[in-house]
C-alpha cells in the first residue's frame, strides 16, 4: 500500500481547537474502486466530477484535532480514503468515546464513474453524481441522495433514507419505519434502499 499523497494543505481556521486539512491525488485508469472511512465523521458529502483527480477536504474540531489526520492511499486497484486518528495516538480517557471529542465534516470530490463504498457511524451523508456503483453503509443520522447514478446501495440501523431522482428502478425496504414516496417513473438505474428504524423518502425530480 501507497499513500497517493499525505497532507498538501494543512492550515488553522482561526481556532485553536479547529482545522483544515485537504488532500489531492491523481486516480489513475486501473483505480476501479475507492472506499471511504466515515467512521469519525458527523458529516460526509461526496460529489463526482469529470476529472481524474480526487480531492478531500476535512473540517476538524475537537480536543484532540492534533492527532487528526486524512490519508489518501492505494492498494492494487483501490483508493481508501480515511479521516481519523494518527497510528500512534492513544486516547487518554476512552477509545470508545472519541466520537465525544471529535467533530469531522468531509467533503470528498471523486472521478466519475467508479466504484464508491461509503461506511459511518453517526454520519450525515449526502451524495451526487455519476457513479458505476454506490454502496453506503450507515448507523445513524441521514443519507441524502440527489441525482445519483447508476447502481445505488443504502443500508441503515436509523438514519433516514432520502432518494431524488427523475426516474429510475427502486426497491425499498423499512423494517420498522415508513416510506414516503412520490411516483417515480421507471429507468435504467438501479437503487435498492434498507433500513431497519429509519425512514424512507422518495421524491421525483425534473
Sequence with gaps: MRALFF?????????????????????????????????FCYQIEVNTHQGDEIQVLANIEGEYTKDLLVGLTESGN???????FQPNFINPNDKL????????????TLPEYKEVHIYG???????????????IKIADGRCVLQDVIEHVVVTTQKADI???IPKGDVTAKSLYGEIHEEFIPTGDYRYILNTVEGNIHLKKTK
Excluded at 20 to 28: A, D, R
Excluded at 78 to 84: E, R, Y
Design 7 to 39: 497532507l498538501l494543505g494543512f492550515f488553522l481556521l482561526g481556532s485553536l481547537n479547529g482545522q483544515k486539512l485537504v488532500e489531492k491525488g491523481l486516480i489513475g485508469p486501473h483505480i476501479e474502486s475507492i472506499h471511504i472511512n466515515a467512521h
Design 78 to 84: 483501490t483508493v481508501f480514503v480515511d479521516a481519523g
Design 97 to 108: 468515546s472519541a466520537h465525544k471529542v471529535i467533530s469531522i465534516a468531509l467533503q470528498v
Design 121 to 135: 457511524t453517526n454520519s450525515n451523508t449526502k451524495v451526487s453524481g455519476n457513479f458505476r456503483k454506490l454502496e
Design 162 to 164: 432520502f432518494l431524488n
